[in-house]
């Protein structure tokens, strides 16, 4: 499974995109794996506005992700 970072958050994390191997089963798993590698990442990941779309399909609250190639978090949008 690939996982990908937009805005802020990659740039947080420092990277952009990256596997996860073996991939996890649910939203909430892949947040837990990575807040256990970075805090900070995984607290933002949790903040007000941050969306996550599985293979392009945005999703609200959690989602398994058996079979899923791609994760993506993307921060909040602002803008007119």
């Known amino acids: 499974m690939r996982v990908l970072l937009f805005g802020r958050l990659g ?33 933002a990941l949790d903040g007000p506005g941050v969306q996550a779309a599985v293979d392009r399909a945005l999703v609200r609250g959690e989602a398994t992700l058996a079979g899923a190639a791609e994760v993506a978090f993307l921060p909040p949008m602002s803008g007119g």
């Open 11 to 43: 740039d947080l994390a420092g990277w952009r995109e990256r596997p996860f191997d073996p991939p996890p089963a649910t939203l909430a798993e892949l947040k837990r794996r990575i807040a256990a590698e970075d805090a900070t990442l995984g607290e």
